[in-house]
């Protein structure tokens, strides 16, 4: 499983605040920091490494001239990002967004993995998951990932996905849902 530790809420502040002040050396540890959480998340809806690594670096250019331009975030840095990096995959593809099955494996969480999620999941049969999320829409597979995934709040997937917190609550809801019966019933 890919387990991505995003940084907590006040060093990202902190960065973000020194970022904006143009200090470098925050910006090469943001880039650090969230690189690797925004490349997975490109890479679940890529098939080649190569092109997610391409698009995440896009976003991080973004950010970039953001900083300089003045608009970059003041708060909320992990959802601006994961917003961006949805923008450059819907500038890339349109309105194509499937998660990729090739990578969907490293997705699904490791059998140790404590969450009552996870040991769900873990127990299932791989393929049948793989079926069964390529079943749901675009909003639900997003929704879980972003949640269980890559573990933002509901305010922060509620920010990426420019909904309100009781519409991602009821988006990861009806996903949950509707893959539990597709599961249960496959």
């Given at each position: 499983?890919?387990?991505?530790?995003?940084?907590?809420?006040?060093?990202?502040?902190?960065?973000?605040?020194?970022?904006?002040?143009?200090?470098?050396?925050?910006?090469?540890?943001?880039?650090?920091?969230?690189?690797?959480?925004?490349?997975?998340?490109?890479?679940?809806?890529?098939?080649?490494?190569?092109?997610?690594?391409?698009?995440?670096?896009?976003?991080?250019?973004?950010?970039?001239?953001?900083?300089?331009?003045?608009?970059?975030?003041?708060?909320?840095?992990?959802?601006?990002?994961?917003?961006?990096?949805?923008?450059?995959?819907?500038?890339?593809?349109g309105q194509r967004r499937r998660?990729?099955?090739?990578?969907?494996?490293?997705?699904?969480?490791?059998?140790?993995?404590?969450?009552?999620?996870?040991?769900?999941?873990?127990?299932?049969?791989?393929?049948?998951?793989?079926?069964?999320?390529?079943?749901?829409?675009?909003?639900?597979?997003?929704?879980?990932?972003?949640?269980?995934?890559?573990?933002?709040?509901?305010?922060?997937?509620?920010?990426?996905?420019?909904?309100?917190?009781?519409?991602?609550?009821?988006?990861?809801?009806?996903?949950?849902?509707?893959?539990?019966?597709?599961?249960?019933?496959?």
């Amino acid at each position: 499983m890919i387990l991505l530790v995003l940084p907590d809420i006040p060093t990202e502040d902190r960065l973000l605040a020194l970022a904006r002040r143009g200090d470098q050396r925050a910006v090469m540890e943001i880039y650090d920091g969230y690189f690797e959480p925004i490349f997975q998340f490109l890479r679940l809806r890529v098939d080649e490494p190569a092109l997610a690594e391409d698009l995440a670096g896009e976003v991080f250019v973004r950010f970039i001239a953001a900083l300089r331009g003045g608009r970059a975030p003041h708060h909320s840095l992990r959802g601006w990002l994961f917003r961006v990096a949805r923008n450059v995959l819907h500038d890339f593809y349109g309105q194509r967004r499937r998660l990729s099955e090739s990578v969907l494996d490293e997705w699904l969480p490791a059998p140790d993995h404590e969450a009552p999620e996870a040991r769900l999941l873990a127990a299932l049969d791989a393929e049948g998951v793989r079926r069964a999320l390529g079943q749901l829409s675009d909003e639900q597979q997003e929704v879980l990932i972003l949640r269980f995934g890559q573990q933002l709040s509901l305010q922060e997937t509620a920010d990426v996905m420019g909904k309100g917190v009781g519409a991602i609550k009821s988006l990861q809801f009806r996903a949950t849902e509707r893959l539990r019966g597709l599961l249960e019933a496959g």
